[in-house]
């Protein structure tokens, strides 16, 4: 008999602290879900409360990792140097950190808005909570990852997590058919995604960004037809994340189907996950083909300008108005991305941000304007607000010049800073055609405006004299607007920490 030697094997044991945040937020999820099913419907308040909690401490984690706190003192960032683990496929460095707080206090935000409206209308449930925090764990999955198969795990676990809060209300039609329209479209993306990826790894040989990128430099890439290929696959899936012309068929019925809430959920928070992922795959990983997708995005910005601002004009929906006036705000951000330097994707890092802190904002006055029976969801709703509500009234005001681009609101700042990177990067037409787009669509942003100040309300609306709201929405929604007009007093500090994790991350 032959005698045979067991060789022990050999299991490097990864190091969990950079993935501490993504762990501790997974087992907060289950933990609320467990206790939600303890719970009576008269105690729901509790899973609200836990989920809340969840989400502080999350942040606390991600924030705790920049003060260099003694459980993290192995990862300060004080010279900004990257830290990787799980044989580097993810990854925590600057532009990691601020856009998860970024993704998390967007999400607080959400629920605070959301409650009252979920109360009213019988939607009170924890299954929403954990939905949103599992989205929150995908986008957080996302912004960390450094291997095309992890940036797809968590764009799927965003993408089914959003499916289910889309088609929420179940005994709605219209959100059935939505949450209907988004799955097959966006199932349809992801494939074309993965297939792209599968491209790109069957020509490189590697899933990795950083591999990708080093045989990018040493190989003529533009000569091979596999990798052009792959990257148009990629761009038809982004482009559909990110809701850009001409993928944005599923943008407004979405918006207008789904409840209000996750309007507001879906409107800000995913749209910061998908520039990450544009940034990990495009700029970190095909950043040697940056002469093949900057024409395509050029094209891609031009049309969601010129589509957003014309087709925004004729909506009478306050939901698919501000759809289309998202489509526009992607148009904007991926200027600063074809900008292919620096400067530009700072610019749309800065943009996204503060789109996100707007788009959160414009749709809590929308559900503020809701009540049992009546979603404000038509801008008849919101003739007369003034009179009705004037705080309210002049926070959606902020929200609206902000997206406009009015100074000293800051969406002015971020549309500058933007088209001063385009400008840059002498691509002088498209800065030029996004200025003219700018200005057509301030038409519907004053309309919306000159409805509030100057028109009396229907007799709808004339019922309900006066808008009331909890303490905690109204305190936070004065915070979210009056940050508008700081930000755009005082635009430094963000954008030089917008540029400082660029420079460090990239």
């Known amino acids: 008999m032959q005698n045979f030697t067991l060789i022990p094997m050999q299991f490097a044991v990864p190091d969990f602290l950079p993935a501490l945040p993504e762990i501790y937020l997974l087992a907060g999820t289950c933990l609320v879900l467990l206790v939600d099913l303890f719970l009576k419907d008269s105690q729901r308040f509790i899973s609200y409360l836990l989920a809340q909690v969840v989400l502080i401490i999350t942040a606390l984690l991600v924030l705790a990792s920049f003060t260099g706190f003694p459980f993290f003192e192995s990862l300060q960032l004080s010279s900004a140097e990257k830290v990787t683990t799980f044989s580097e496929m993810f990854v925590l460095d600057p532009m990691a950190r601020i856009l998860k707080l970024t993704i998390i206090i967007i999400t607080i935000g959400v629920f605070v808005y959301s409650r009252d409206y979920l109360c009213s209308r019988d939607m009170y449930k924890g299954e929403y909570f954990t939905l949103g925090l599992f989205a929150v764990l995908g986008m957080m999955i996302m912004v960390s990852a450094q291997t095309m198969l992890l940036i797809y795990l968590g764009l799927e676990l965003l993408s089914l997590s959003m499916y289910a809060m889309v088609a929420f209300r179940r005994d709605d039609g219209r959100a059935s058919e939505a949450a209907m329209k988004y799955f097959v479209l966006g199932a349809i993306a992801s494939g074309m995604l993965l297939y792209g990826m599968s491209m790109i790894y069957g020509v490189s040989g590697s899933l990795h960004l950083e591999h990708i990128g080093r045989f990018m430099a040493s190989n003529q890439v533009m000569d091979n037809i596999g990798l052009l290929l792959g990257l148009s696959f990629i761009i038809v899936g ?178 500058l800073s933007v088209i001063q990177a385009v400008v840059n990067a002498n691509i002088i037409w498209l800065a030029v055609f996004s200025v003219v787009m700018s200005v057509i669509g301030a038409y519907y942003y004053l309309r919306a405006i000159k409805l509030m100040y100057f028109d009396k309300p229907d007799e709808v609306n004339n019922s309900l004299t006066n808008v009331k709201s909890q303490w905690d929405f109204s305190l936070l929604l004065s915070i979210n607007g009056l940050s508008v007009i700081a930000l755009g007093i005082f635009p430094g500090a963000l954008m030089s920490l917008c540029v400082w994790a660029i420079s460090s991350s990239i």
């Open 238 to 415: 982004l482009g559909f994340k990110l809701g850009v012309v001409p993928f944005h068929v599923w943008v407004p019925d979405v918006y207008d189907g789904a409840p209000t809430s996750v309007t507001m959920f879906l409107g800000a928070a995913p749209k910061i996950a998908a520039f990450a992922m544009i940034i990990r795959l495009l700029v970190e990983g095909l950043g040697d083909l940056v002469q093949g997708w900057q024409q395509i995005l050029a094209i891609l910005a031009a049309l969601s300008l010129l589509a957003g601002n014309i087709i925004a004009i004729a909506q009478t929906n306050i939901k698919r108005m501000l759809a289309y006036s998202t489509i526009s705000h992607m148009g904007f951000v991926l200027m600063g991305i074809l900008a292919g330097t620096q400067t530009g994707y700072s610019a749309s890092m800065f943009y996204i941000i503060t789109y996100a802190i707007i788009a959160t904002g414009g749709f809590a006055v929308v559900i503020l304007l809701s009540r049992k029976g009546h979603e404000a969801d038509q801008l008849s709703d919101l003739k007369g607000l003034s009179s009705r509500s004037p705080w309210s009234a002049f926070m959606m005001m902020l929200f609206l010049f902000s997206m406009a681009g009015v100074p000293p609101t800051v969406g002015f700042y971020a549309k």
